[in-house]
């Protein structure tokens, strides 16, 4: 919708991408990766739900907490930039909260 030849885009490009194709490869890496990690899991051995290592229950813990991490820090910039409106602008141009 906004990412058409003249226009620049929301933000400054980051290694010469900005954030539409960041987003993309973003997602296509993590498909390949799943994709990847569910071709090497082998089907042989299956998990025993009592015997998970501790470090797998760190893992678990680390990615839950970034889980958390990133949808607390969305809704806090969706605030910063919506502020106490009902309906947010089209196409933001500031922090509503601020302005």
Known sequence: ???VPPDPGYAGAL???H????????????????????????RSEPLDAGLTSPALRRAS????AVLLAFAGSNLLAC??????????????TGYALFG
């Open 19 to 42: 954030l539409y194709t960041w987003a993309l490869i973003t997602f296509l890496a993590s498909a390949v990766a799943a994709g990847a990690a569910l071709f090497l899991t082998p």
């Open 15 to 17: 290694f010469g991408l």
């Open 1 to 3: 919708m906004h990412i």
């Open 79 to 92: 605030f910063f930039l919506q502020g106490f409106a009902w309906q947010m602008p089209g196409d933001p």
């Open 61 to 64: 813990a680390v990615t839950s």
